[in-house]
């Protein structure tokens, strides 16, 4: 069974800054990786994807993939107030996506 | 536009009542999932389903049926409700093996009294 964690728990970052989040898992066959991003009372959001070996840049997000190391991240440049939510990492297990605890990030103006 | 929809929005049930919790798709997704998310636990996978007449267990499915009556409804039913079944649940729909994101409803909160 596909098991996902994430680190930090929680972090307050002052705007502008660089924000980084982590998620392990634990099936070293699964094929994609998966940031979501949740603000309070919403519904969470696919922020972006990965499936292979490295890094993959969207604007002022970047996640790192490596298989070997069964981890991933998320980097987040030049933080804004707009990017305080619950950070949620997903991995395919099979038809579906298992996710991890979450991370709250706080950006702080 | 691509749409899940949830309803209630909100449900206050009494403890051994019977709660059903509603989902519709205009994606013409082939896969749909239930998830309730708590705090300091994430997204945990109820049930899901690839198509109509199709359930399958997810990772907590004690206490929960679903059922999948056509390609755009999913329901959640709790035959008899608990306390600790209080929790937010969402649906969403979307071909994961494909690497279509889940498209996730608004979420219903529901309270078990």
């Known amino acids: ?109 | 536009e691509a749409a899940v929809t949830q309803s209630p929005r909100n449900k206050v049930a009494v403890t051994g009542g019977k709660v059903t919790l509603s989902c519709n798709q205009t994606n013409n997704h082939n896969n749909m999932y239930w998830y309730r998310q708590d705090t300091g636990h994430g997204l945990r996978l109820i049930h899901y389903s690839y198509g109509a007449g199709s359930t399958e267990k997810g990772d907590i499915p004690d206490g929960y049926k679903a059922s999948r009556p056509s390609q755009e409804n999913f329901s959640l039913i709790l035959e008899l409700a608990t306390p600790s079944q209080t929790s937010v649940y969402f649906c969403a729909s979307g071909d994961v093996a494909d690497n279509q994101a889940p498209l996730f409803g608004e979420g219903t909160r529901l309270s078990v009294l």
Request: hydrophobic share 35%; glycine share 8%.
């Open chain 1, 1 to 109: 069974q596909q098991n996902v964690q994430q680190s930090p728990e929680s972090l307050i970052v002052p705007e502008g800054a660089r924000t980084s989040l982590n998620c392990t898992f634990s099936d070293s066959a699964s094929q994609y990786f998966w940031w979501y991003r949740q603000h309070s009372g919403k519904a969470p959001k696919a922020l972006m994807s990965i499936f292979s070996n490295g890094e993959k840049e969207e604007g002022r997000f970047t996640i790192h993939l490596n298989k070997a190391s069964l981890h991933f991240s998320l980097h987040i440049r030049d933080s804004q107030p707009s990017d305080s939510a619950l950070y949620l990492c997903a991995v395919t297990g099979g038809r579906a996506l298992i996710f991890g605890t979450g991370t709250t990030v706080s950006v702080s103006p």
